[in-house]
């Protein structure tokens, strides 16, 4: 979508269903979450091209990048986690507990915190963030 006038520039055919979508900061990639297939699509928005399916663990519904770009963290509804990804290798680096069905997720200014709202239970989880020191390789 422009972002001026709001009309669509482009569209993207992803695998499947997607429920939520973000795009990394330098603009590059677009990363959607496929609850029913349990995996996170990357697409090069530049080439149109697909070029990552990043497994994940069942449900994912949300998807964050960290502002400098070299993480994403997807919460998985059906799992009760949150999973971190390196945005350099495009793999799942780590898993956290996230309570019951994480939806919504925020960092904090500094992404020292993920806030996940865990809606069925009416609860909030805090996991424990950091920014990563990888370097993105933009010629994947």
């Known amino acids: 979508m422009h972002p001026a006038h709001g009309h669509v520039m482009q569209?993207?055919?992803?695998?499947?269903w997607s429920h939520h979508q973000a795009i990394t900061p330098d603009g590059r990639y677009v990363?959607?979450?496929?609850?029913?297939?349990?995996h996170v699509s990357v697409v090069?928005?530049?080439?149109?091209?697909q070029v990552k399916l990043i497994e994940t663990d069942n449900g994912p519904y949300f998807v964050r990048v960290t502002k400098d770009g070299f993480k994403a963290y997807v919460s998985n509804s059906g799992a009760g986690t949150v999973q971190e990804i390196d945005t350099v290798t495009w793999r799942v680096t780590r898993s956290f507990p996230a309570g019951s069905s994480p939806e919504h997720m925020v960092l904090s200014g500094d992404e020292s915190k993920l806030y996940v709202n865990n809606a069925?239970?009416?609860a909030l989880s805090i996991i424990p963030g950091?920014?990563?020191?990888?370097?993105?390789?933009?010629d994947q």
């Open 31 to 38: 990363l959607s979450t496929h609850p029913v297939r349990n």
């Open 44 to 49: 090069d928005v530049q080439t149109g091209a």
């Open 11 to 16: 569209t993207i055919p992803v695998s499947g």
């Open 130 to 138: 950091g920014a990563g020191a990888a370097k993105r390789n933009t």
């Open 120 to 122: 069925r239970k009416g």
